[in-house]
């Protein structure tokens, strides 16, 4: 009994210092949980930040996408338009360029006369010459018929000067119809480079004619070169051409033929 009244103090001591270590073990343990779950809790934030971002940057990609979309179905729809004004114009350019055609056989038939026309006036003139004394009522009609080619010759000189004026005006009109002005200058107004094609703001109203090539350039500074596939109203729609591209044409871009 003594002897356990002697050790009861060294093992109470040693149940405190048990005590104490455990309490110790138990705060560490605690502080440690206690700090994963604050790590935890900032790495959800920091997840549910880069969540709503993502989802901001999926609605915006959502709206550009049909705003794509749409700009594509309207210039589909432009298209169909553009090439039934196209169909027009080709039209109106065949028609002027028979009619230039048939103007130059007309031109070329209306020389040929003058210069038949000038060649018998030619042979009566030689023929006067030759006469010396003829009869005076022979030199009288040879008189009228010299006046009357003459005259004759005076009206087919109109005539060619006429067709002449006329033709100009024709060809002028076909090379108004069927090309596209030099240094015409635009904007690129949307780029699909998946499908690589852009929109420029320039059309019919600009006389821009199919296959026309535009240089893009932005800054000053070359981007590349696009070809004309289609022409609307205001509009067209021109493929990029690999070969020439320095960069990715952009909106905004200025264009020139």
Not at 52 to 70: H, I, M
Not at 188 to 216: C, Y
Request: aromatic share 4%; hydrophobic share 40%.
């Amino acid at each position: 009994m003594n002897k356990l009244a002697k050790f009861a103090p060294i093992i109470v001591v040693i149940a405190c210092l048990g005590s104490l270590a455990l309490t110790f073990l138990v705060a560490k343990t605690k502080k440690e949980h206690l700090d994963k779950i604050a790590e935890l809790d900032g790495s959800l934030t920091a997840t549910k930040a880069t969540l709503a971002k993502t989802e901001n940057k999926l609605k915006q990609t959502e709206t550009d996408l049909t705003k794509t979309k749409g700009d594509l179905e309207q210039a589909n729809a432009t298209l169909l338009t553009t090439k039934a004004a196209l169909d027009e114009k080709t039209k109106e350019a065949d028609a002027l360029k028979t009619q230039v055609a048939d103007k130059d056989t007309q031109l070329q038939k209306a020389t040929t006369d003058l210069a038949a026309a000038q060649g018998a006036l030619t042979k009566i003139q030689e023929g006067l010459t030759r006469i010396g004394i003829g009869d005076i009522g022979s030199l009288d009609k040879l008189s009228e018929k010299i006046l009357n080619l003459s005259e004759e010759n005076k009206v087919l000189a109109q005539q060619l000067t006429s067709l002449h004026n006329e033709n100009q005006k024709l060809h002028e009109q076909v090379e108004f119809l069927s090309t596209t002005p030099v240094g015409l200058r635009g904007r690129v107004q949307l780029v699909q480079s998946k499908w690589g094609f852009i929109v420029m703001d320039l059309g019919h109203a600009q006389r821009v004619r199919p296959n026309t090539e535009f240089l893009v350039y932005r800054d000053s500074k070359f981007v590349g070169k696009v070809q004309v596939v289609s022409v609307a109203a205001n509009n067209c729609i021109a493929q990029i051409l690999p070969d020439y591209q320095r960069r990715p044409p952009q909106p905004g871009d200025l264009v020139v033929h």
